[in-house]
């Protein structure tokens, strides 16, 4: 069996071919009308979760789903791009394609690690449909390797953890070495559907043992956690805690929580080789937006640990797929623990290099009812407000961005009766709509709005919450706005970075 789920169906350098050529030629006639200044996105076709983010030799290289035959999910393939800084990036070729039987109909995701051997070894997993035809009979998946000497051309290894109970849904490995053993955790759904997480342990990156169940999901409706992660972070005091990340499936909306199809989502606890994670938290989101899932971190040599997440279009409408791509990653974001134990989430500090120029508005009172433009046309930009909630009297109020001369736009709004930040698109012309509530804790809100040419994210008090969704703004120059909604509204600071593409 193992011979065979190792042969080659196709040549693996021909499989990167067509799919280079797929890409190619969607890029060709693409509309950039949405296409993100800095984010990154393939040139065409169709991408989601963030794979294999790493640093190697010199760059970091992320790599990521993608469909290079359609705007569509699709047969998956490992796409990849690289950069000195964290703030500009190179295309790379496609780094892994479906040629092995193991990975049939799928190149699903995985993570990075500089081997033993100082290669750079990618883990994902290789899905096929287990009737061989099509999604109707569920997955057959199995953990596979790739190894590259350069970081960009890849050789497969092969299957290296079979799936023997052939459990239905099995993936997404992430690996890490610790103390001399090379440990790796992926999500799978149980015979009676529940949502686990297995261990599993190595010395040579090649036999795998499997060691335990790491986690089980208490919810019986979860039946599946995709998109593992599983790190430390130290507090200020320099304990060590154990963050288990994961996406779940079957999550069902709470109120304010878990609005989207899928939820990205975290509990922090305690771990040690041999032991059982103890969680200490509860499910906290890692993102309150509508369109954040699948997040992968690394950790940095200063120590800091880096983030990536999916921007995830899971409702229609898509208006971008008939412009040649569909996707977008999120910004990269840093990732720390504050004195209460709670988790920071801020823009990676190296986006600051994006800016170009900044306006600064200095303080600005708004009258109740009043809407004042701020900016006429941008497509890239950072905003950078506090709104001092105690001297404002209104009960909604904050920026429009994406705003469009048919009065379409996005409000990331300050709500005074939930005491929480929306980002609300009920007034999009284009693409799915409906809001989404962050909570805060403080009486001062400090925001950093990321607006891009379809997207917003906005972080909220140097990481307390963080949003990400998509905005699709209608034809015409995109102006930014402030409006204040039945009260004053006191902004103390206001500027505006422009920022420049990444070279993608
Ligand atoms: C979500 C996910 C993974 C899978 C991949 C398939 O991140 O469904 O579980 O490996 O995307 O594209």
Redesign the pocket.
Known sequence: MTNSINNEFVSHASALDRAQAGVADLARSRNDRWYPRFHIASDGGWI??PNGFCFFRGRWHVFY?LNPFDTQ?GT?HCGHVSSEDLVTWRREPIALAPSLEADRD?I???SAVVGDDGRLWLFY?G?RWANGVDPSGGNFEVQCAAVSDDGVHFEKIGMVIDNVDGFN?F??PKVWKQDGLWYMVF?MSTKNRRGQVLLYVSEDMLIWHFHSILYRHPNPGVF?L??LDFFPLRDKEGNEHWVLSF?ALGERPNGFANRNPHTASYVIGSWAPGEEFAPRTEFRMWDWGHNF??PQTVRADDGRTLQYG?MSPFTPARPNQGDGWCGQLSIPREISLDSYGCIRINPARELTRLRTDTIDFGAVHLDANETTTVMADCDAVEIEMEIDINESTAEFGGLKVHSTKDNAHSSVFYDAQTHRILIDRHANARGDRGYRAAPFTSNTLKLRVFVDRASIEVFINDGEQAMSSYSFPSEGPRAIELSAESGTLEIPTLRVHHLSPIGL
């Open positions: 989601n979760s789903q999910w998956m799928g699903y995701s995985g997993t899905h849904h993936r997404d999500g599946m995709e998109s996406s899932y699948a999916w």
